[in-house]
């Protein structure tokens, strides 16, 4: 079966502070890694994607880095704030399941003021 | 803007009822999906549609069907809902078949 895997599920930081979610993937097909972010009572929205021709991206304070021969990709929140605390889920798709996204458990964010 | 609604953001039923969730999107997008998202489990695919009438089995299909009549439209049934059929389902679109998919806000299901 694909899998997505994320960690850590839980990541408490403060205002000012980089908080870092790490995915690892198993399907060298993949070609298409985005990050949904999600709100309380609100469903998740494209934060950010990267496609494996590029090993890092940046979109304003968040970044994903990815190195392809170890099939990892990261999500890095520079200055983070109390308003990104949400729930973060990275994913993937590509190959044989080019609909598809298999998504990650996801990491519940805290940004303390 | 792309909008995606779901028919109601919390319903409760019982145990053998016939479920509907109605999800529809406004932006001529030929994807649909149904996801259901469980706490330590992440979003996991129930069934997605790729054009009218046309649909396939994702990861958790089993007590589900769906419906796609018209390209706006996508309907997930549960036929005899479950208890363990307690879910938050979440309707996606997207123009592209890997492409972003855009969220409704989701229909918190019980079933007692």
């Known amino acids: 079966q694909q899998q997505v895997k994320q960690s850590p599920q839980s990541l408490i930081v403060q205002k000012g502070g980089i908080p870092i979610i790490n995915c690892a993937y198993e399907?060298?097909?993949?070609?298409?890694f985005p990050w949904y972010q999600q709100f309380p009572g609100k469903g998740p929205a494209l934060l950010i994607a990267i496609r494996p021709d590029v090993s890092e991206k940046k979109e304003g304070r968040f970044t994903i880095s990815f190195n392809k021969s170890a099939k990892q990709f990261s999500l890095h929140i520079m200055d983070s704030q109390p308003g990104d605390s949400a729930t973060y889920f990275c994913?993937?798709?590509?190959?044989?399941?080019?609909?598809?996204?298999?998504f990650g458990k996801g990491t519940l964010l805290t940004v303390n003021p | 803007d792309v909008k995606v609604t779901q028919s109601s953001r919390y319903l409760v039923k019982r145990t053998g009822e016939k479920v509907f969730l109605e999800c529809v999107q406004d932006m001529d997008h030929e994807n649909m999906f149904w996801y259901r998202q469980d706490p330590g489990l992440g979003l996991r695919l129930i069934y997605f549609s790729y054009d009218v009438k046309m649909k396939e089995k994702g990861d958790i299909p089993e007590g589900y069907s769906v419906s796609r009549e018209k390209k706006e439209r996508f309907s997930l049934i549960l036929e005899s809902a479950s208890t363990n059929q307690t879910s938050m389902y979440l309707c996606?679109?997207?123009?592209?078949?890997?492409?972003?998919?855009?969220f409704g806000p989701g229909t918190r299901l019980t079933v007692l």
């Open positions: 399907n060298t097909a993949f070609d298409y």
């Open positions: 994913a993937a798709s590509g190959g044989g399941s080019n609909y598809k996204l298999t």
């Open positions: 996606a679109s997207s123009l592209y078949s890997a492409g972003t998919q855009y």
